[in-house]
């Protein structure tokens, strides 16, 4: 129970901090997130999302992730990727998102991007994962689901690691809308718009 008042103390006091630095100017917002060390956060339509720090299990769930992704998407000259900056619309040059987990396969986005692994990577993912966490639940089934939609991502799965038995929300792209297929994140899920790559969760939760 304490664990849990713990929680939610951090997402009211979170919450309320992206309440309050969302009125002042832009500059100023910046220049004070990146003032704070290791504080991750996001910029979507100029609003700052604060992400909370992922948990042992959060990190110990994408690490698996990774391993898996990253083998099957090899062969494809594809890169697969963990908490890395991306701007999605070049119009919007303010605005970037840092997805748990990602994977390249546009060869012009990697070029660009190993030439100078400074700047954000820009374009679109063929394929996304965010982990749920207890204040992030809405920021990614609602707020960066619309964003992919938008900017058009091929596929995009957020996993709820939080619920007893851990659930995986698939989206696929169809025109103007995604699809959405709800599964028990168990047994081997193949990811549909990349040949030949699944995820085995018995592996991921073991």
Same mark, same amino acid.
Not at 161 to 187: N, W
């Given at each position: 129970?304490?664990?849990?008042? #713990?929680?939610? #103390? ?7 901090? !992206? ?18 060390? $290791? ?50 619309? /070049? #119009? ?41 966490? /207890?204040? $992030? ?13 938008? !900017? ?13 038995? /851990? ?40």
């Amino acid at each position: 129970m304490e664990q849990i008042t #713990n929680q939610f #103390n951090q997402h009211m006091v979170i919450e309320g901090l !992206a309440r309050y630095i969302n009125t002042a100017s832009f500059s100023r917002i910046q220049a004070l997130l990146d003032a704070v060390p $290791n504080l991750r956060y996001e910029v979507i339509d100029e609003r700052f999302y604060i992400m909370p720090s992922p948990n042992p299990r959060h990190q110990n769930v994408f690490g698996q992730l990774y391993i898996q992704l990253d083998h099957h998407v090899a062969p494809y000259n594809c890169k697969t990727f963990l908490t890395l900056d991306i701007r999605l619309f /070049p #119009n919007q040059p303010h605005d970037y998102v840092c997805p748990d987990i990602l994977v390249i396969c546009n060869q012009d986005m990697l070029r660009h991007y190993l030439e100078d692994d400074t700047k954000p990577l820009e374009g679109v993912p063929g394929f996304i994962i965010e982990i749920l966490s /207890p204040s $992030n639940t809405q920021h990614d089934l609602i707020t960066k689901r619309d964003l992919y939609l938008k !900017a058009q991502v091929p596929e995009y799965w957020v996993i709820d690691i939080l619920s007893e038995l /851990p659930v995986l929300h698939r989206f696929i792209l169809a025109p103007g809308v995604y699809q959405e297929t709800i599964l028990e994140a168990k047994d081997v899920i193949p990811v549909e718009t990349i040949p030949g790559c699944a995820i085995d969760f018995e592996k991921v939760f073991q």
